[in-house]
């Protein structure tokens, strides 16, 4: 009787609409941001056919969106909330039910007496204490989070098709690098071979050469199993069968220009995955609103009326209306404790759902931290690998100069051909990693949305 006196007492709260709670500095900046207007201009907020401008990238990205799997299924889900809560809004309404039926008796070899009835109900729960209430906004708020999980899920589509657009068009460019390296160094292992008969290098210097160009052999088949790979990961994200794309791209994408010192809240707040979990929020805040109301009475009002030959304890032919009304109050007074253990298990996982929300935030925060320093760092790597790939291609070509003035050795010829070799695969790396960075920036943002 105390808990069910404490829960009565705390009645207020039932009829109350989920607001954004304020109970931190991050909750507080966040309720603040989602009353600005959305700045259109933001680089989350741009189409995401303004982000991406490749043809071949746009085709892909709009058979993503048109056929995927996960897509559709979000979408579905979307549907199924929406049914639901079309469901919550008429549960206002009073149900209506025509149940007719009719019997036969016969006494002592009398003839049959007929009697029938043909009765409508007419049942309707008065909303006194916020149950139907809640139920419609618990439905509303998950239609919501559906929504918002569809857009996090055309997000992750776009950002996924670009994501693995670039990272075959760099596993094709290491395939090109590697197979003129292969060409040059299989060369290199002819020029030893001559230079062995003339007595300028030993044995060793040839079977080194050779072993250098075996092993850029072996590489190669790694990089064509990879690029199986990705070209099986595409199929998959447009859902058609495994097949060969014919992406050419030379990883010179454009890009608009990015500069921030900070993150703005507002970014933040526009992200999909960040909306739902706040839906999810509203979605466990009603849902412990509608275990409070379980310990208030229900009101219901009935109404029966219909057409009867049975009336009392007599048979009457032809028969007559009747109609009945009445009302129930139903108070709860002992359900073997489900109502309170109903109502901690909702205020727990109210919890768990702040808990998440919060997380989700944080979580934001540093996704968008991440991917804008990678990419203003991979800018910076670039430039210096640009300089050191220029250099060190010099570098091969005086130490080829110089061993065939006998003035240089093999080593150093091998060394100079490895260092521009690993200097042009990083440099192909450092393309794929600024590109990676700007579409994860872009879905931080909540781009594609």
């Given at each position: 009787?105390v808990?069910?006196s404490?829960?009565?007492?705390s009645?207020?709260?039932?009829y109350?609409?989920?607001e954004t709670?304020?109970?931190?500095?991050?909750?507080r900046a966040?309720?603040?941001?989602?009353?600005a207007?959305?700045?259109s201009?933001a680089?989350?907020?741009?189409?995401?056919?303004n982000v991406?401008?490749?043809p071949?990238?746009?085709d892909?990205?709009?058979?993503a969106?048109?056929?995927?799997k996960d897509l559709?299924?979000a979408?579905?889900n979307?549907d199924i909330?929406?049914?639901?809560m079309?469901?919550?809004?008429?549960?206002?309404?009073p149900?209506?039910?025509l149940?007719?039926?009719?019997?036969?008796?016969?006494?002592a070899?009398s003839d049959?007496?007929?009697?029938?009835?043909?009765p409508?109900?007419?049942?309707?729960e008065?909303?006194?204490?916020?149950?139907?209430?809640?139920?419609?906004?618990?439905?509303?708020a998950?239609?919501?989070?559906?929504?918002a999980?569809?857009?996090?899920?055309?997000?992750?589509?776009?950002?996924a098709?670009?994501?693995?657009y670039?990272?075959?068009?760099a596993v094709?460019?290491?395939?090109?690098?590697?197979r003129?390296?292969?060409r040059?160094?299989?060369?290199?292992?002819?020029?030893?071979?001559n230079?062995k008969?003339?007595?300028r290098v030993?044995e060793a210097?040839?079977v080194?050469s050779?072993?250098?160009?075996?092993s850029?052999?072996?590489?190669?088949?790694?990089?064509?199993v990879?690029?199986?790979q990705l070209?099986?990961?595409?199929?998959?994200?447009l859902n058609?069968?495994?097949?060969?794309?014919?992406i050419?791209?030379?990883?010179?994408?454009?890009?608009?220009e990015?500069?921030?010192s900070?993150?703005?809240?507002?970014?933040?707040?526009?992200?999909?995955d960040?909306?739902?979990?706040?839906?999810?929020l509203?979605?466990?805040?009603?849902a412990?609103?509608?275990a409070?109301a379980?310990?208030?009475?229900g009101?219901?009002?009935?109404?029966?009326?219909?057409?009867?030959?049975?009336?009392?304890?007599?048979v009457?032919?032809?028969?007559d209306?009747?109609?009945?009304?009445?009302?129930?109050l139903?108070?709860?007074?002992f359900?073997?404790?489900?109502?309170?253990?109903?109502?901690e298990?909702?205020?727990?996982?109210q919890?768990?759902?702040?808990?998440?929300?919060?997380?989700?935030?944080?979580n934001a925060?540093?996704?968008?931290?991440?991917?804008?320093?990678?990419?203003?760092?991979?800018?910076?790597?670039?430039?210096?690998?640009?300089?050191?790939?220029?250099?060190?291609?010099?570098?091969v070509?005086?130490?080829?100069d110089?061993?065939?003035?006998?003035?240089?050795?093999?080593?150093?010829?091998?060394t100079?051909?490895?260092?521009?070799?690993?200097?042009q695969?990083?440099?192909?790396?450092?393309?794929l990693?600024?590109?990676?960075?700007f579409i994860?920036?872009?879905q931080?943002?909540?781009?594609?949305?």
């Amino acid at each position: 009787m105390v808990a069910g006196s404490a829960v009565l007492l705390s009645g207020c709260h039932i009829y109350k609409k989920y607001e954004t709670p304020q109970t931190s500095a991050l909750t507080r900046a966040y309720a603040e941001a989602r009353k600005a207007p959305a700045d259109s201009a933001a680089f989350g907020n741009l189409l995401w056919e303004n982000v991406f401008t490749d043809p071949v990238l746009v085709d892909l990205i709009n058979r993503a969106l048109t056929n995927n799997k996960d897509l559709r299924n979000a979408k579905l889900n979307v549907d199924i909330a929406h049914a639901q809560m079309k469901g919550a809004r008429l549960s206002y309404l009073p149900s209506v039910a025509l149940a007719p039926n009719g019997a036969g008796s016969s006494y002592a070899g009398s003839d049959i007496s007929w009697t029938y009835q043909l009765p409508a109900q007419v049942s309707w729960e008065i909303d006194i204490f916020g149950k139907t209430l809640n139920r419609k906004r618990n439905a509303e708020a998950a239609y919501r989070m559906s929504e918002a999980y569809a857009r996090a899920t055309r997000s992750q589509i776009i950002s996924a098709v670009a994501y693995n657009y670039y990272a075959i068009a760099a596993v094709n460019s290491q395939l090109e690098l590697s197979r003129s390296t292969a060409r040059s160094w299989g060369e290199s292992v002819e020029v030893m071979k001559n230079l062995k008969l003339a007595g300028r290098v030993t044995e060793a210097a040839v079977v080194q050469s050779a072993a250098q160009y075996y092993s850029i052999q072996a590489s190669i088949t790694d990089l064509e199993v990879q690029l199986d790979q990705l070209n099986n990961t595409m199929s998959l994200l447009l859902n058609e069968m495994p097949q060969n794309w014919n992406i050419t791209s030379t990883l010179d994408f454009k890009t608009p220009e990015i500069v921030r010192s900070a993150i703005p809240m507002a970014e933040l707040a526009s992200r999909p995955d960040v909306e739902a979990a706040e839906e999810a929020l509203a979605v466990a805040y009603y849902a412990t609103n509608s275990a409070r109301a379980a310990f208030y009475p229900g009101l219901s009002i009935t109404a029966n009326g219909g057409f009867t030959n049975l009336l009392g304890s007599f048979v009457k032919n032809p028969g007559d209306w009747f109609y009945q009304l009445a009302g129930s109050l139903t108070m709860p007074l002992f359900a073997r404790g489900q109502n309170i253990a109903g109502l901690e298990a909702a205020k727990a996982q109210q919890k768990q759902a702040m808990n998440n929300f919060e997380y989700a935030l944080l979580n934001a925060s540093a996704e968008v931290s991440d991917a804008l320093t990678v990419y203003q760092k991979s800018a910076e790597k670039e430039l210096l690998l640009i300089e050191q790939v220029q250099n060190l291609e010099k570098s091969v070509e005086y130490t080829q100069d110089l061993l065939q003035y006998s003035t240089g050795t093999y080593l150093e010829v091998l060394t100079a051909q490895q260092s521009l070799l690993g200097a042009q695969t990083s440099f192909i790396s450092s393309r794929l990693s600024q590109a990676r960075a700007f579409i994860n920036l872009y879905q931080a943002l909540g781009g594609g949305r």
